[in-house]
């Protein structure tokens, strides 16, 4: 049995909570934390797998709760969010850097048309964050980087000639495209595209979110736009995201791949296709196989091919799929990664 703990001020949602996770027969929920004091408290003597934590509490808040407990009693946490509006979404990612795993939205009531999809995300990511071993960290967890892994291909070979840099993440790669975004110049001389997988009207908040630390322009990319060096461009909710050999970002309605649109599968498919070796290809952290055969195709086409190392991964399904077939050239941190696109960028 997966072991959770509840932290928010609410009694009534509390115990919606608690009932929506009950109600799942692997999870067991041992603790009901009304504050972040009780939240600490708890996190110490239940000794919880996982804990649900809200953001706005009197007293302790969500993110120094967070914080405190990382510091003191490491146990994964998952921020739930009640609004997705732009400014708490932001406020809400912040709590990744306190050393919170995830973010997800409250399900809400039983007769929402999104209830169903919401309680399922809600329970997967728990059960997913369960598994996650957690270590004590401090401010940005960044005092320890973890060691490189080297692969074929050396650096050298693969620094020419680049026109475009495409990333894929899912479940923990806010926090790791956070690392490599702040590390940026702000003239970067190649667009970079990105896909991460999250909950739908979250994006914007997210974006706000990341452009507060990042060294390049972010923007939720528009179907049409020319994609210009030194901007960052988000795939928006429900679009697969491509671009054309003139660098034209196309946003489709088609199918989702993996069940996922937008999915990171589409993109690398695009950016294999149309820019070859003048590309570099990016999986960061996240569970299933989205873009693992595609950043093989991208490999193949003579693009340079990277993932995220085990080490530093929240999950390490998309990363680790691409290692298993051949489709990575490195394994890095995302500390390390930051250094491979500013050379990249350096030597077109």
């Known amino acids: 049995m997966i072991k959770a703990l509840i932290v928010d001020d609410s009694k009534v949602q509390r115990e919606f909570l608690a009932h929506l996770l009950s109600s799942d027969p692997d999870i067991s929920v041992v603790g009901l934390a009304a504050s972040g004091a009780e939240a600490i408290e708890q996190a110490k003597t239940k000794k919880p797998d996982v804990i649900t934590m809200d953001i706005h509490m009197p007293g302790i808040d969500g993110y120094e709760a967070t914080r405190l407990i990382m510091e003191t009693v490491p146990t994964p946490v998952i921020i739930v969010s009640g609004s997705a509006t732009t400014k708490e979404v ?22 929402n048309p999104d209830f169903a999809a919401l309680r399922m995300e809600l329970i997967q990511t728990v059960k997913l964050m369960s598994e996650v071993k957690v270590v004590k960290r401090f401010p940005r967890g960044r005092n320890k980087q973890a060691k490189p892994l080297r692969l ?27 690392i490599i975004l702040s590390g940026l110049p702000a003239d970067l001389p190649v667009p970079v595209l990105i896909v991460q997988h999250i909950t739908a009207g979250f994006l914007t908040g997210f974006k706000e979110w990341l452009s507060k630390t990042s060294g390049i322009r972010l923007k939720i990319a528009e179907d049409g736009e020319e994609a210009r060096a030194g901007i960052g461009y988000i795939a928006p909710d429900n679009y697969q995201m491509g671009i054309d ?31 070859g070796p003048n590309a570099v290809g990016i999986l960061l952290t996240g569970m299933g196989t989205d873009g693992a055969g595609e950043l093989k195709e991208m490999k193949e086409k003579g693009a340079l091919t990277i993932v995220q190392n085990e080490e530093s ?25 930051v250094e491979i696109l500013i050379k990249s960028g350096s030597k077109k």
């Open 90 to 111: 932001a406020g809400t990612f912040k709590s990744l850097e306190a050393g919170a795993l995830a973010v997800v939205l409250c399900p809400p009531g039983f007769e």
């Open 313 to 337: 991964s929240v999950v390490f399904g998309m990363p680790g799929e691409a290692l298993k077939i051949g489709a990575a050239d490195h394994a890095f941190s995302p500390e390390k990664i």
């Open 245 to 275: 050999r003139r660098k034209i970002i196309k946003l489709t309605s088609g199918p989702p791949e993996h069940g996922l649109r937008p999915s990171v599968s589409y993109l690398f498919r695009t950016v294999a296709q149309n820019f």
């Open 152 to 178: 074929e291909q050396t650096l050298e070979t693969g620094m020419s000639g680049i026109e475009i840099i495409a990333i894929g993440a899912s479940t923990g790669g806010p926090t790791a495209l956070e």
